[in-house]
T-cell receptor, first 113, second 115 residues
Framework: DAGVIQSPRHEVTEMGQEVTLRCKPI?????LFWYRQTMMRGLELLIY????????DSGMPEDRFSAKMPNASFSTLKIQPSEPRDSAVYFC???????????FGQGTRLTVV | AQSVAQPEDQVNVAEGNPLTVKCTYS??????LFWYVQYPNRGLQFLLK??????LVKGSYGFEAEFNKSQTSFHLKKPSALVSDSALYFC?????????????FGQGTTLQVKP
């Protein structure tokens, strides 16, 4: 398996624009996580899914953020409208079961100017 | 509430010396504990985990960690540090009792190994 695949790797956008980050988890994994990493706040869990169903979205910072998982092989994280403070590295991770380690994608570095 | 604390922002050690990166956790039930490493401009890589059994867990690259239930700690250790071990290390916990699968990370500790 190619691992968790995220796209794009880098995204530069203007404030107010819509941004969509994409993730393909490892095939067969039941859990999918979205994290945001910044120098100030470290690695924050935004939302996670189990069997395509959102379980906990308490980490989503505002209504401008939304995440979907329409099927077991694809998830999106959308920011609309984007703001400069959304600039961060966004990671997607997946795992098979609770006791199994999560595997991370390479991340998407988002810059909002 | 589920949480993880890494009390040190940075740990500095000389090459060849033992290293310890500290982690404490808080969960309502029984924890699954993990250590990850992140190299610059890369994603997180799994190092080791504690699920059950022996309190001393061995992982990748010569790292090990000791689970201490009474102290709610899961410190990462290595007998002899290498310069190439310099990276950002994260401790993480999943609370299995709630059957939620939520995976929470600490703030991370930068390990600097000097020649």
């Amino acid at each position: 398996d190619a691992g968790v695949i995220q796209s794009p790797r880098h995204e530069v956008t203007e404030m107010g624009q819509e941004v969509t980050l994409r993730c393909k988890p490892i095939s067969g994994h039941d859990y999918l996580f979205w994290y945001r990493q910044t120098m100030m706040r470290g690695l924050e869990l935004l939302i996670y899914f189990n069997n395509n169903v959102p379980i906990d979205d308490s980490g989503m910072p505002e209504d401008r953020f939304s995440a979907k998982m329409p099927n077991a092989s694809f998830s999106t994280l959308k920011i609309q409208p984007s703001e400069p403070r959304d600039s961060a590295v966004y990671f997607c991770a997946s795992s098979l079961e609770e006791g199994i380690e999560a595997f991370f994608g390479q991340g998407t570095r988002l810059t909002v100017v | 509430a589920q949480s993880v604390a890494q009390p040190e922002d940075q740990v500095n050690v000389a090459e060849g010396n033992p290293l310890t990166v500290k982690c404490t956790y808080s969960v309502s039930g029984n924890p699954y504990l993990f250590w990850y490493v992140q190299y610059p401009n890369r994603g997180l890589q799994f190092l080791l985990k504690y699920i059950t059994g022996d309190n001393l867990v061995k992982g990748s690259y010569g790292f090990e960690a000791e689970f201490n239930k009474s102290q709610t700690s899961f410190h990462l250790k290595k007998p002899s540090a290498l310069v190439s071990d310099s990276a950002l290390y994260f401790c993480a916990v999943r609370d299995i009792s709630g059957n939620t699968g939520k995976l929470i990370f600490g703030q991370g500790t930068t390990l600097q190994v000097k020649p």
